[in-house]
């Protein structure tokens, strides 16, 4: 009898330890591959904190970029938020109203800069004297002399100049580019002016004339020219040296 009893408690030991060996087994692959159902309410725990993440951060005045109003709706509703899709579609309006505040904003300022000064009027050229005028055709004839360049000297020259004693005018130009081409250096400086008007167009102009070149000995004189204005131009109709 005891035979018996002793073998029935190791058969029921025996189904307790197979009971748990089996238990145990289930219970470690239930561990390695859980089930679909709770996979998916483990994902949807990891949105809702996700979205309440990006929440907070929003809170704390992160602007999230401007997207699309419908994809906005819909990572709200996926991420658990409590929030109706309107609120979506408002942050979207206010990412994309934020760029026009900040150019609004900017607009004042570009408007308050003081607009391109103009070009000061250029100044009206002073208008020259006849007695600057008739000194500053003197000198120009003195430095067309001194260069040498016959055609510069005679263009001085008015074509009613009176030549000394009546010459005929080709001669007494032909003589003078002689005169000038001769030496090999001419220098004549002038100075001392003394400028007389006789009314707007003519003037009589007292100078002091030095002539020196590698032909003659130095001559200064007192030379008296009558000029015309012609053409805008103070020309020479007559000339006298000496006092």
Same mark, same amino acid.
């Given at each position: 009898?005891?035979?018996?009893?002793?073998?029935?408690?190791?058969?029921?030991?025996?189904?307790?330890?197979?009971?748990?060996?089996?238990?145990?087994?289930?219970?470690?692959?239930?561990?390695?591959?859980?089930?679909?159902?709770?996979?998916?309410?483990?994902?949807?725990?990891?949105?809702?904190?996700?979205?309440?993440?990006?929440?907070?951060?929003?809170?704390?005045?992160?602007?999230?970029?401007?997207?699309?109003?419908?994809?906005?709706?819909? +990572? #709200?509703? $996926?991420? &658990?938020? /409590? %929030? !109706?899709? *309107?609120? =979506? @579609? +408002? #942050?979207? $309006?206010? &990412?994309? /109203? %934020? !760029?026009? *505040?900040? =150019? @609004? +904003?900017?607009?004042?300022?570009?408007?308050?800069? !003081?607009?391109?000064?103009?070009? +000061?009027?250029?100044?009206?050229?002073?208008?020259?004297?006849?007695?600057?005028?008739?000194?500053?055709?003197?000198?120009?004839?003195?430095?067309?002399?001194?260069?040498?360049?016959?055609?510069?000297?005679?263009?001085?020259?008015?074509?009613?100049?009176?030549?000394?004693?009546?010459?005929?005018?080709?001669?007494?130009?032909?003589?003078?580019?002689?005169?000038?081409?001769?030496?090999?250096?001419?220098?004549?400086?002038?100075?001392?002016?003394?400028?007389?008007?006789?009314?707007?167009?003519?003037?009589?102009?007292?100078?002091?004339?030095?002539?020196?070149?590698?032909?003659?000995?130095?001559?200064?004189?007192?030379?008296?020219?009558?000029?015309?204005?012609?053409?805008?131009?103070?020309?020479?109709?007559?000339?006298?040296?000496?006092?």
């Amino acid at each position: 009898m005891s035979k018996i009893k002793l073998g029935e408690w190791m058969w029921r030991f025996l189904a307790v330890t197979m009971l748990f060996a089996v238990s145990w087994t289930i219970w470690i692959i239930y561990q390695l591959s859980p089930p679909a159902l709770i996979m998916n309410a483990a994902f949807e725990a990891a949105a809702k904190a996700k979205g309440k993440q990006s929440q907070t951060q929003s809170a704390q005045g992160v602007i999230a970029p401007a997207g699309d109003p419908a994809k906005a709706a819909i +990572a #709200a509703a $996926s991420s &658990g938020a /409590e %929030e !109706p899709p *309107k609120s =979506a @579609a +408002a #942050a979207s $309006s206010a &990412g994309t /109203e %934020e !760029p026009a *505040k900040i =150019a @609004a +904003a900017s607009a004042p300022a570009e408007a308050a800069k !003081p607009a391109a000064e103009k070009p +000061a009027p250029e100044k009206p050229l002073a208008v020259k004297s006849p007695d600057a005028e008739v000194t500053e055709a003197v000198e120009a004839w003195a430095k067309a002399w001194s260069s040498k360049d016959a055609d510069g000297y005679l263009a001085w020259y008015a074509k009613d100049f009176k030549t000394p004693g009546g010459e005929p005018r080709a001669a007494w130009e032909k003589n003078r580019r002689q005169r000038i081409g001769a030496p090999k250096s001419i220098t004549v400086k002038v100075d001392s002016f003394k400028v007389s008007l006789d009314g707007e167009n003519r003037a009589n102009v007292t100078f002091r004339q030095d002539y020196r070149s590698d032909v003659v000995d130095p001559i200064v004189t007192t030379k008296t020219l009558v000029m015309a204005r012609t053409d805008g131009r103070w020309l020479i109709q007559r000339e006298k040296s000496g006092n």
